[in-house]
Nanobody
Framework: QVQLVESGGGLVQAGGSLRLSCVAS????????MGWYRRQAPGNQREAVA????????WYADSVKGRFTTSRDNANNSLYLQMNSLKPEDTAVYYC???????????????WGQGTQVTVSS
């Protein structure tokens, strides 16, 4: 069974910083793409924030470029999102995902965490 667990969310003032963490655990053979999505309000669609693909590098949404940085610790199946210069419009539930395989023979599936709330006050 595979789990992705996010942590590091909270309440911060505009201009402040937060660092989100995501750890994947369980029966994992390999992880390809990992990344972050967010949902800014209930009922809204999740939007991609940042992804990190081995051999290709990071991708960022225009709204966070220059402010957010994502990184990975492959040895510990972990993903991080450093968020600087936060704005009230960054307020959202942030979700981690990973496209991973549970065995050599299995296809790759996307697994998601439960999300962590980030609230930026003005």
């Amino acid at each position: 069974q595979v789990q992705l667990v996010e942590s590091g969310g909270g309440l911060v003032q505009a201009g402040g910083s937060l660092r989100l963490s995501c750890v994947a655990s369980g029966s994992i053979f390999s992880i390809n793409v990992m990344g972050w999505y967010r949902r800014q309000a209930p009922g809204n669609q999740r939007e991609a924030v940042a992804t990190l693909t081995p051999g290709i590098g990071p991708w960022y949404a225009d709204s966070v470029k220059g402010r957010f940085t994502t990184s990975r610790d492959n040895a510990n199946n972990s993903l991080y999102l450093q968020m600087n210069s936060l704005k009230p419009e960054d307020t959202a539930v942030y979700y981690c995902f990973g496209n991973l395989r549970v065995s050599r023979a299995s296809p790759s599936y996307a697994y998601w965490g439960q999300g962590t709330q980030v609230t930026v006050s003005s």
